[in-house]
């Protein structure tokens, strides 16, 4: 999904950074394109799209997928621990059954 989410932002960047280089005065037509591309390539580490961070000489650094499992580490001890997630999961399943309730009538 943020690959997806990336690619749709970068895509009028990537045209607007064409433009930019076709109208460049300083003859590097291709300056910002090539940052584009850059930071296009740093985005998929930080994603870890073609699965970078596995390889054994990679350092640790923020990922996507760091993030990502700590917000689910959280939310499970939270849940374990009967906290918001818990409740709110109760609560969507007893929501879920009126409905299904009223649906049967």
Known sequence: MA???RDVVMSPLSLAAGLFGLLSRNGNCELYLDRLMRFGRET???INLF???SAPNHTSSPSLD???EQIEDAI????D???LSARSARALA??????????GR
């Open 81 to 83: 621990n009967g906290g």
């Open 76 to 79: 499970r001890r939270d849940y």
């Open 44 to 46: 998929d580490h930080w």
């Open 94 to 103: 007893e929501a879920a059954m009126r409905l299904r309730e009223k649906a």
């Open 3 to 5: 690959d997806g989410l």
């Open 51 to 53: 699965d970078h961070r």
């Open 66 to 68: 760091n993030i990502a």
